[in-house]
């Protein structure tokens, strides 16, 4: 175990955390090894709070419930999907969509807050996640939600105790925790950044599916050490004429996004096996039939980013 690294998150969390915390636990790898080393600086003075925001995969909201029971962890899980849709109703604008998102988020955590009586806000924020939102002087890429998606009035003092590592750090320490290594990072503003335009609840349904067909493949083919670094399906707001049986359609459009990586600082596109793609894209174009095309995303990053807002 490297417990050095651990126990200096462990130390950071004691020496910050002066009173009872909330803990942003979205499930992926940053904020459970957060959960975890919370557990062991501050036993009970730590709340970790799942938000199923309607814009998680299908089965993360039973997965996140199981980890925290697993791994003995003090949590709430709360849904709020009505309020994420009609907050981000109309938007289009994928900045605005994160501010929204980023602000939705941190109502919730204050009035959890106040219901625990927590003045502190627990962050799985790592140094990706600033350096892109314009830390160190840089260029605003896109606004993390857990960094730029702050509003400048908070009423919670912030712990970030992992604010200094990077991804390949992370998942050393989720390996050395016992934790769930097959898990590939998801954002925090969920499928909303992989819906190009607005978000709307049909097209939430859709891309659940298409996320769901788009993992068992990639899964059931390919061992982890084979698989892309992170894998997903993006629904872009354009539609096009196709044929379904001896019909006319006019269908959507998803786009398959694989990317190999080590640090999600830069990444290459992952090279699948022509009938790999065949399978995919006819298994979801059979079994969604509103989908009637398939493209694959082949940017590296950069100049793209990994994500498509
Ligand atoms: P990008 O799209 O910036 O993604 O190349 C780099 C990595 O970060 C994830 N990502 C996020 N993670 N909050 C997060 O916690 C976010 O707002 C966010 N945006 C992107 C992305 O999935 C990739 O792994």
């Not at 109309?90 to 009035?111: A, C, L, M, N, Y």
């Not at 890429?141 to 998606?149: Q, T």
């Amino acid at each position: 175990m490297n417990s050095k690294l651990l126990n200096e998150i462990v130390e950071k969390i004691k020496k910050d955390l002066k009173g009872k915390g909330i803990l942003a636990c979205s499930g992926g790898t940053d904020s459970s090894v957060l959960a975890v080393a919370s557990k062991m600086a501050s036993r009970d003075g730590v709340l970790s709070i799942f938000v199923d925001t309607g814009l998680v995969r299908e089965g993360e909201r039973k997965r996140v419930e199981s980890f925290f029971k697993e791994f003995g962890i003090n949590f709430k899980i709360v849904d709020e999907s009505e309020l994420f849709l009609s907050n981000l109703k109309g938007i289009t604008d994928p900045e605005q969509k994160r501010k929204v998102i980023g602000e939705t988020f941190i109502k919730i955590f204050e009035r959890e807050a106040l219901d625990f009586k927590a003045e502190y806000l627990l962050q799985g924020t790592i140094a990706p996640d600033w350096i892109e939102s314009g830390g160190k002087n840089r260029d605003t890429i896109k606004s993390h939600h857990n960094v730029g998606g702050l509003p400048e009035k908070m009423n919670l003092k912030l712990v970030e105790p992992m604010r200094d590592l990077y991804k390949d750090d992370v998942r050393e320490l989720s390996k050395e925790l016992g934790l769930d290594t097959s898990l590939q990072p998801f954002p925090g503003p969920g499928l909303a950044v992989r819906i190009v335009g607005e978000i709307t609840k049909e097209k939430i349904v859709l891309l659940k599916k298409v996320t769901k067909i788009v993992e068992d493949e990639i899964e059931g083919a390919l061992e982890p050490a084979k698989r892309p670094w992170q894998y997903f399906a993006v629904i872009l707001p354009v539609k096009t004429t196709g044929v379904h049986g001896d019909k006319r359609s006019y269908g959507n459009t998803v786009a398959i996004r694989a990317i190999d990586s080590t640090d999600a600082m830069t990444g290459t596109f992952h090279r699948f096996d022509w009938e790999f793609l065949e399978d995919l894209s006819t298994r979801i174009t059979n079994e969604v039939t509103s989908v009637n095309r398939v493209v694959l995303d082949i940017t590296d990053k950069p100049p793209s980013t990994i994500e498509w807002e």
